[in-house]
């Protein structure tokens, strides 16, 4: 096997998909609300430094480029929360959970690998630059690894509802 690989499958299992067993078991919440929530960090953060930057700059090269950007964001982030959405709703339906196609895919692995490698180089400038928008930029990085990892991870079926029965006191 690849070393690559082994050590994303190591990340997956041991810290996203440790963390959203653990997540489910106190919220009864799927590995891809996470990866929901990874989506709305990316387009949150990306606004709010859009907005930060022109309102610090006032170019109007600035705003295009900020808007241009965001609007390719949001395209591909709220449709994969769509699709986000829809498998939460056929996971509510499932009774059993058969392991995650995702994370076998070549294109999904590359993705995982671009957004690794990049927000190892992102994160740490981020940090560095110690500015506001910096810090939205950090966000965003985490928002990306988040839900490259948890769209990755094995989902766990919802717990039925249990319906308490009281028992009369007589009885």
């Not at 709220?78 to 995702?102: F, H």
């Amino acid at each position: 096997m690849n070393i690559f690989v082994l050590i994303d499958n190591w990340i997956i299992d041991s810290i996203f998909q440790r963390f959203a067993d653990w997540f489910w078991t106190w919220t009864n919440k799927s590995c891809f609300w996470l990866a929901k929530i990874g989506c709305w960090m990316v387009i949150l953060s990306h606004t709010a430094g859009a907005i930060l930057q022109y309102s610090l700059h006032k170019t109007m090269l600035v705003l295009l480029s900020e808007v241009a950007f965001l609007l390719l964001i949001g395209w591909i982030f709220l449709d994969n929360i769509n699709k986000l959405e829809k498998a939460d709703q056929n996971l509510q339906s499932a009774s059993a959970v058969s392991a995650n196609p995702l994370r076998e895919l070549v294109l999904t692995r590359v993705i995982r690998y671009l957004v690794l490698v990049l927000s190892s180089f992102f994160i740490p400038h981020e940090i560095g630059r110690g500015t506001l928008s910096g810090y939205f930029d950090l966000i965003g990085s985490i928002g990306m690894i988040f839900f490259a990892y948890f769209i990755s991870c094995t989902p766990k079926p919802p717990r039925p509802k249990v319906v308490e029965q009281t028992v009369p006191e007589g009885a």
